[in-house]
C-alpha cells in the first residue's frame, strides 16, 4: 500500500467545471504539497500546506490532519489546467502520490 | 532571480558509462532534493543536501550512485556505471535556509531527462 493515495488516477472535465482532486495519506507529515507537471515534464509548487486552507486564483487546496486528507479544486477550470497534479507529503521521509491527470475539453 | 536551473536537460549514455547531472539552486537556497521520476511512475525522493552535508539518503539506491553539494558550485548527481534501469527524469528542487523562509516549499527545476542506450 502506498503512503499516499490520490483519486481519481485521471479525470476528463468541461471547460469551466469545478473540480476536486482528493489525496490521503497513511503517515505522520509536517506539510503536504501539490505540484503540478505539465505535459512537457515540468513541475511547478502549487501549495504547501500543514494545516487548513489555501487559495491561489483559481486553485483551493484544503487539508484535514485528523482525517490525513487533502483536497485541491480547481474553479472556472480551463484548458491551461491540463496536467498531472501530484500530492506529496514530508515527515520522516518524502512521499509522493502517483498524480492524477487531468484533461479539460473546451 | 534566477529559478533552479538543471543541465543537461536531456542526456544521453551507452550502458556502463558515467553520467553526471547538475543542479544550480535557486540564489540563497541551501537547501537541495533530488527525485527521481521513472517512466510511467510517479516521483520518487532520492536524497536531501545542505552545502557540503548529505542528511537525508535514504531514497538514493546503494550502489553506483552519489550525491554532493558542495560549498561553491552546483549540485551534483553521479551515476556511475549506468544502465537501462536508470533511464528517467532527474528533478531537482531547493528551499531556503532554516529561519529565513520556509524550507518546507520547495523550487523544482526543469528536470534532466537521461536515456542509457
Known amino acids: 500500500k502506498n503512503e499516499v493515495e490520490q483519486s481519481p488516477q485521471n479525470l476528463t472535465a468541461q471547460e469551466g467545471e469545478f473540480i476536486t482532486i482528493n489525496c490521503s495519506y497513511s503517515v505522520g507529515i509536517s506539510a503536504l504539497h501539490w505540484l503540478q507537471q505539465h505535459p512537457g515534464g515540468g513541475i511547478v509548487s502549487l501549495f504547501m500546506?500543514?494545516?487548513g486552507k489555501k487559495k491561489h486564483g483559481r486553485l483551493i487546496a484544503t487539508i484535514n490532519i485528523q482525517e490525513k486528507h487533502s483536497s485541491l479544486h480547481i474553479t472556472a477550470s480551463h484548458p491551461r489546467d491540463s496536467a498531472v497534479y501530484i500530492c506529496?507529503?514530508?515527515?520522516?521521509?518524502?512521499?509522493f502520490g502517483t498524480g492524477t491527470s487531468l484533461t479539460v475539453i473546451p | 532571480n534566477a529559478g533552479v536551473m538543471q543541465n543537461p536537460r536531456h542526456l544521453v549514455r551507452r550502458r556502463g558509462q558515467e553520467a553526471r547531472l547538475r543542479c544550480s539552486p535557486m540564489?540563497?537556497?541551501?537547501?537541495v532534493y533530488w527525485y527521481r521520476q521513472l517512466p510511467e511512475e510517479g516521483l520518487k525522493f532520492m536524497v536531501y543536501?545542505?552545502?557540503?552535508?548529505?542528511i537525508d539518503e535514504s531514497g538514493m539506491p546503494k550502489e553506483r550512485f552519489s550525491a554532493e553539494f558542495p560549498k561553491e558550485g552546483p549540485s551534483i548527481l553521479r551515476i556511475q556505471q549506468v544502465v537501462r534501469g536508470d533511464s528517467a527524469a532527474y528533478f531537482c528542487?531547493?528551499?531556503?535556509?532554516w529561519g529565513t523562509g520556509n524550507t518546507d516549499t520547495q523550487y523544482f527545476g526543469p528536470g534532466t531527462r537521461l536515456t542509457v542506450l
Open positions: 543536501l545542505q552545502k557540503e552535508n548529505i
Open positions: 506529496a507529503v514530508t515527515g520522516n521521509q518524502f512521499y
Open positions: 500546506l500543514s494545516s
Open positions: 540564489k540563497g537556497h541551501s537547501h
Open positions: 528542487a531547493s528551499s531556503p535556509p
